[in-house]
């Protein structure tokens, strides 16, 4: 019988130990708990047990129905051209030319702008008067919308202040996964005769799947969750063009101090994106490849 | 010829990326008048820094900064050194459930902070530390999450396990290793660690945003969104009060730059 501290699993479970702890105390027992509250009705006074009421009266609410579509409006166009955009600038940063350390610093200085600043920033940019986007579009005698007034250009308005962060840490992964990929794929890609364009739909694209893959995923769960600009820039409007999901949940929460039904919206969220995710990971086995066989 | 539109590719679209940037230096840079008369300038006509001490004397700054320094230098702290005990454990070490335990961490990362965001809230209210710095950095002492463990993890497991147990031949203890051989190799993984966890830290609004209440307490984030709420109209503060906000992740970002890119890109995060 070895002693206790010769044993590496002894070890291995103390140094975990932090993470496991935080785990249980932070993550695992406040989600069981909000489970449970998402069946009661509680102001932070009164608890009071409701079953199922919290989620049945969602659908009767017309601001649930709005955030839904406000959100999904906002992730389905934000994260698509997002990710596509993310992916043209590594392309870019990958090419052998001068200067692209100095380039690639150029394209990350948006993801290191804290998010209230950039929210008060942009909220300048869309300024309808004398907002940077109106003055060179009225320049270009184009229509000058106003942006951040008018419900019609206020989720666009959204959408294209997201794509500032395309340059961030979602395109560095890109970028470390065009230089993984090793160059007699595409030796062998030339000496089949396969042109430029080719050997992006060929080699490229397959080889680059499983980044592709990871962060489509995290980019749809982190769009969903879009709070700051929002709540800063629009608090939500004009007549709830900006109501997103967690702005809604945030003011049922900590506004209204509805915890129960607000418990109730969180988990509705964790349900749609544990579907989404689970939709993408089926999905995947159809168009990711990974390297060394079926996965 | 491709080189040449490559180039051209690149400077337009870091044009793009950077004007609005450049515009918030302009505009903190010009005097009030002249942002009325011609807001768009990208160089002021009489370039003048009064804006600074204007914005920072409007609002307690001095303490939004200090606050924001504390919680940010706590919580990074906090989390490079459990962060590094825990990657450490899942890299080295082989017992029961834990590559079980591993996925379950990974996976917390799906996890939306709404699910457990009022639980923990109600946690913290019960002990008594809503509007303290407790809920913002306590939690860091816990591993600092998932992404940050994953990140050391995958750096740990490409140093060589010989190193290990040649100092183990000469008597060292698993922590010695940890804090003499592991972490001084993994300099890259702990700076992208380092500046992952600064920048999102000096960033965070909705942690402030739920926990802080009274102004004294506030950090930057929504110190500075209580700037706007009450002197909004005058952009020249504003972007003088934002920059102040902005710059040190800029500054640290360059100064970490070089180990920074290599930390992302030696940790296996291109999905190899």
Do not use: H, Y
């Given at each position: 019988m070895k002693r206790l501290a010769d044993r590496p699993a002894f070890w291995g479970w103390l140094f975990i130990t932090p993470w496991l702890a935080g785990f249980l105390g932070f993550t695992a027992g406040p989600m069981l708990a909000s489970l449970w509250l998402s069946f009661y009705k509680y102001d932070l006074v009164n608890l009071e047990y409701v079953g199922l009421e919290n989620y049945r009266r969602l659908p009767l609410d017309p601001l649930f129905w709005k955030a839904l579509s406000n959100t999904f409006a906002y992730a389905f166009i934000s994260v698509p051209l997002g990710v596509a955009g993310s992916l043209m600038i590594a392309l870019l940063l990958n090419q052998?030319?001068?200067?692209i350390p100095l380039f690639r610093t150029l394209f990350y200085i948006p993801s290191l702008v804290p998010s209230v600043a950039a929210a008060i920033l942009w909220q300048w940019v869309f300024?309808?008067?004398?907002g940077a986007l109106n003055l060179g579009l009225g320049f270009l005698g184009l229509p000058t919308p106003?942006?951040?007034?008018?419900e019609r250009f206020t989720l666009p308005a959204f959408v294209l202040m997201s794509?500032?962060?395309?340059?961030g840490a979602r395109m560095v992964i890109f970028l470390a996964g065009l230089q993984g990929i090793s160059e007699t794929y595409y030796e062998a890609a030339r000496l089949d005769g396969a042109s430029h364009r080719q050997q992006f739909w060929h080699v490229t694209l397959p080889l680059l799947s499983p980044v592709m893959f990871f962060n489509l995923v995290l980019g749809l769960i982190g769009a969903f969750q879009i709070f700051t600009q929002a709540y800063i820039m629009t608090g939500g409007g004009p007549?709830?063009?900006?109501?997103?999901y967690a702005i809604y949940l945030f003011r049922t929460a900590?506004?209204?101090?509805k915890l129960g039904k607000a418990s109730a919206l969180a988990w509705v969220l964790f349900a749609i994106l544990l579907v989404f995710t689970l939709i993408q990971f089926r999905a995947s086995k159809k168009w990711v490849h990974y390297e060394g066989g079926e996965a | 010829m491709k080189r040449f539109l490559v180039w051209i590719a690149l400077i337009g679209g870091s044009v793009f990326f950077v004007i609005p940037f450049l515009w918030t230096v302009a505009t903190a840079l010009k005097t009030q008048e002249e942002i009325a008369k011609?807001?768009?300038?990208?160089?002021?006509m009489q370039p003048t820094w009064e804006n600074f001490p204007a914005a920072w004397n409007a609002l307690p700054f001095l303490s939004f900064v200090e606050n924001t320094v504390f919680v940010t230098l706590v919580s990074m702290t906090a989390q490079v050194i459990t962060g590094s005990l825990v990657a450490y454990g899942f890299a080295r070490f082989q017992f029961k459930g834990r590559d079980l335990l591993f996925m379950t961490m990974i996976s917390?990362?799906?996890?939306?902070g709404q699910v457990t965001m009022i639980p923990v809230y109600l946690i913290w209210r019960q002990l008594g530390a809503?509007?303290?710095?407790a809920p913002l950095t306590i939690?860091?002492?816990?591993?600092?999450?998932?992404f940050s463990i994953f990140l050391l993890r995958q750096f740990f497991m490409t140093i060589p396990r010989e190193l290990d147990e040649a100092m183990l031949i000469d008597g060292a203890s698993y922590w010695g290793i940890l804090w003499r051989l592991i972490v001084p190799l993994s300099g890259p993984a702990i700076t992208t660690v380092v500046v992952f966890s600064f920048i999102g830290n000096w960033d965070s609004f909705d942690g402030p945003l739920i926990y802080l209440n009274s102004p004294e307490n506030y950090t930057m984030s929504i110190g500075l969104r209580l700037f706007q709420d009450t002197f909004g109209t005058n952009m020249g503060q504003l972007m003088a009060a934002s920059l102040m906000h902005i710059m040190p992740t800029i500054i640290l970002f360059f100064a970490a730059q070089k180990y920074f890119i290599k930390g992302v890109h030696l940790s296996g995060l291109g999905g190899r």
């Open positions: 052998k030319v001068r200067g300024n309808a008067e004398n106003q942006w951040l007034q008018d794509l500032w962060g395309v340059g007549n709830n063009a900006s109501l997103f900590f506004e209204q101090f | 011609d807001p768009t300038r990208l160089v002021p917390t990362m799906l996890l939306p809503i509007d303290t710095f939690p860091a002492f816990f591993g600092g999450g998932a």
